[in-house]
Nanobody, 123 residues
């Protein structure tokens, strides 16, 4: 019903920045919560950030707070993740997801997921 496509990943040196985008298409509506998660090999998929699609509320994992910023453009059904001051431990596949609850920081509360985009931070 909802298709999500992430873009913007790549390789960056520690301290650098990347901006990820997630474009939604198909059956979607403005009240969706959208979020970012990340998963490194052998680790669980961890919450990164979420934004209420119908409001101005945002929520961040402690590990990224102050460095990452989530934003949205409802007209484009697109969510962004601006990542600054990147650290090697930020290396992971980053996924965007769409849900219908707020707050929503658990992966199981999201219904649709993108394919992921690789972010690699080198020392």
């Amino acid at each position: 019903q909802v298709q999500l496509v992430e873009s913007g990943g790549g390789l960056v040196q520690a301290g650098g920045s990347l901006r990820l985008s997630c474009a939604a298409s198909g059956r979607t509506f403005s009240s969706y919560t959208m979020g970012w998660f990340r998963q490194a090999p052998g680790k669980e998929r961890d919450f990164v950030a979420a934004i209420n699609w119908s409001g101005r509320n945002t929520y961040y994992a402690d590990s990224v707070k102050g460095r990452f910023t989530i934003s949205r453009d409802n007209a484009k059904n697109t969510v962004y993740l601006q990542m600054n001051s990147l650290k090697p431990e930020d290396t992971a596949v980053y996924y965007c997801a769409t849900g219908r609850t707020w707050p929503a920081v658990v992966a199981g509360t999201y219904d649709y997921w993108g394919q992921g985009t690789q972010v690699t931070v080198s020392s």
